[in-house]
């Protein structure tokens, strides 16, 4: 399967079933930001620390990395920053045109692969956000090495991405069910881990692919990219059973040294 080209389509279908994570942030929220009001997210429901944004983000240049949909390109934008928005669904990115055309936005939106960031130089970027989205691609340290070379010395690259844990259970069963079995590994990937019937039922529903990474993938992989991390937190979706017993979601600050 050719994962990139299934994951974009799944993605754009996501856009039209009105996935939360494609629904524009609406008028109020990008006024509230050009006036110095503004939080993002990078895992479901606690904001990013405002002490791991440059302390001037006006005019700083910021990378949403996979990050389409119309959320925190556009927050950024209204704040002053020079924004680009990078994702692998034209209609996520259609998102964040659409709110940039509606408030009077300028940002640049590119479409692509995450683990290939060669349409941009070394050192272009201040700041990259990268939201919950690496779980859509089966390897990860070549997303960490990529932005650890786009950033500038003293950059920070923002991420949150899945507690490996989350993947050791049958997903489905916990959805419909509410129980929690232990059946996978870590690493997790609906190409090779799941039985054909769990893969073809992702099919017929036309959900994406996911890919469950290790820690040391995750955390280790930015350390040996050549990040130092700088800050750490924990969140939880409200709504999923596991939840209840610990935080499936994770927030990193990664910083690139100045030496």
């Excluded at 190409?191 to 469950?212: C, H, K, N, V, Y």
Aim: net charge negative.
């Amino acid at each position: 399967m050719d994962i990139r080209a299934y994951n974009r389509a799944a993605w754009d279908r996501a856009v039209e079933e009105k996935s939360p994570w494609s629904i524009p942030v609406g008028p109020e929220v990008t006024a509230a930001a050009r006036q110095g009001q503004w939080q993002i997210i990078l895992t479901p429901t606690i904001p990013a620390p405002r002490a791991w944004f440059p302390d001037e983000l006006s005019g700083a240049a910021v990378l949403c990395l996979a990050s389409g949909g119309g959320q925190q390109g556009p927050v950024l934008a209204a704040a002053g920053a020079a924004v680009t928005v990078f994702d692998n669904s034209p209609r996520q990115l259609a998102q964040d045109r659409y709110v940039a055309g509606r408030d009077g936005l300028s940002l640049r939106t590119v479409e692509g692969d995450m683990r290939d960031l060669s349409i941009f130089a070394d050192a272009s970027f201040d700041l990259i956000v990268h939201p919950v989205s690496n779980l859509f691609v089966p390897d990860v340290r070549p997303v960490w090495r990529e932005a650890f070379r786009v950033l500038r010395p003293g950059g920070s690259l923002l991420s949150g991405f899945l507690n490996p844990l989350t993947y050791i259970f049958d997903l489905h069963k916990a959805d419909d069910e509410g129980i929690l079995e232990v059946k996978y590994s870590i690493p997790f990937s609906d190409l090779t881990s799941t039985s054909d019937a769990d893969r073809q039922r992702l099919l017929d529903e036309g959900s994406p692919m996911e890919f469950g990474h290790s820690l040391d993938d995750q955390v280790g992989g930015q350390i040996a990219a050549g990040f130092l991390i700088a800050g750490f937190y924990e969140d939880r979706w409200t709504d999923f059973v596991l939840d209840r017993h610990i935080a499936t979601f994770m927030a990193t600050r990664a910083v690139k040294p100045t030496d």
